[in-house]
């Protein structure tokens, strides 16, 4: 039940690549001995795989090309962070100077919210970003 909730929300957001696709695949007949070409890596799998994902994302990063996609590949691979800064009692910091430092290595220098949160960093993959109280130089 819970999944069909999910399913509908996400269907709202798909771009026409994710539509198209999943339209395509999850019609087709159980063909047992097709195979499926990911056209990215060059490599063949199972064509029925397809059918077992229950979104046109899925099938089309099955397939190499989710690169095509414009609802889904984009958000996947970017992550939004946000930080909290406390003290060592746990208390949020508000308006306090930090320096963030971005998996680039770049520094940047924010101050907190009045929750003593920082502003959202996006990077690109589950990337690590530190940061520090205060001001800090590269
Ligand atoms: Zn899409």
């Not at 819970?2 to 063909?31: G, H, L, W």
């Not at 962070?81 to 680039?104: C, I, K, M």
């Amino acid at each position: 039940m819970e999944q069909q909730n999910q399913k509908s929300a996400m269907d709202e957001e798909e771009c026409q690549v994710c539509r198209i696709t999943y339209s395509i695949y999850s019609n087709f007949p159980p063909m047992p001995s097709a195979m499926a070409l990911n056209a990215e890596t060059g490599e063949w799998f199972p064509f029925d795989r397809l059918k077992s994902y229950s979104n046109g994302y899925d099938m089309a990063e099955a397939l190499g090309y989710a690169w095509a996609c414009h609802c889904r590949g984009r958000s996947r691979n970017r992550f939004d962070q946000r930080f909290t800064l406390t003290d060592s009692g746990g208390n949020a910091l508000p308006n306090t100077y930090y320096t963030a430092e971005l998996p680039s290595g770049a520094l940047v220098h924010g101050i907190t919210d009045l929750q003593g949160r920082t502003k959202r960093y996006q990077t690109h993959g589950a990337r690590s970003i530190h940061v520090f109280i205060g001001h800090r130089e590269a």
